[in-house]
């Protein structure tokens, strides 16, 4: 890891590394993280490695076995199971807020973010496309406008990267994940509040059966 800035919060950007090391899977489940060792390589002391590990715990990502010993938290496919449960609810709800919320700045960011997805897919570039699918999903839900529903996507949404990563199964379902997507999007384009609910509860049906997951109710 590289060594970190002072500019900012020392904290801050020690999670935001460590957290996308974790997504991205550079930090191996069930791989200690030693404060020592984290803080002597983004050169800065051990407090902030140590506030950044308790929000990393906070969102299920680390847990602390012990004062002194973290490591990374499992994903297993329970866990995915019961995530796919509550995006089923909360993404539908997102879509159809977000239908009505959003101006046409964000509904062309969302469009372009599609666009981006496909030229991912034309140069194979899956890593890609896992960031900006979350990406999408997080920002449509930042565009309804409520702050707590944008939280919980967005924590759902950061568990199930990981899932997809680890289990490497984006390759086979991209395009039409995408295709699913600009479904969403025409549903936006419409201003069909219902029509975008239903096109994103399919695409999470989809979802979990494309992983293999499919909820238990």
């Known amino acids: 890891m ?3 800035k002072s500019a900012g919060s020392l904290s801050d950007q020690a999670y935001n590394m460590l957290k996308t090391a ?3 899977n550079e930090i191996k489940p069930l791989e200690y993280l030693v404060e020592e060792q984290i803080a002597e390589q983004l050169g800065i002391s051990r407090t902030p490695i140590r ?3 308790k929000k990393l715990e906070f969102e299920g990502l680390v847990e602390m076995e012990t004062s002194k010993h973290t490591r990374v938290r499992t994903i297993s496919v ?3 199971q019961e995530y796919q449960v509550l995006r089923e609810s909360l993404e539908p709800l997102a879509a159809q807020l977000a239908c009505v ?3 046409s700045e964000q509904l062309l960011f969302l469009k372009d973010l599609c666009e981006q997805q496909r030229q991912s897919i034309e140069e194979k570039d899956f890593s890609h496309f896992i960031s900006l ?8 839900s930042e565009f309804t406008n409520n702050n707590k ?3 919980f996507v967005s924590s759902l949404c950061t568990q199930l990267q990981r899932y997809v ?3 490497n199964t984006i390759q086979s379902s991209s395009s039409e994940a995408l295709k699913e997507h600009l479904q969403i999007i025409e549903a936006f384009e419409r201003r069909d509040p219902e029509e975008a609910a239903e096109c994103m509860t399919n695409h999470i049906k989809n979802v979990s059966r494309r992983f293999g997951t499919t909820p238990k109710k």
């Open 149 to 151: 529903l944008k939280e």
């Open 51 to 53: 506030t950044a590990l």
């Open 78 to 80: 329970g866990e995915v």
């Open 165 to 167: 990563i680890l289990t």
């Open 133 to 140: 699918d979350t990406q999408f999903h997080c920002y449509l």
């Open 22 to 24: 974790i997504i991205n």
């Open 2 to 4: 590289r060594k970190l």
């Open 101 to 103: 919320s959003m101006d």
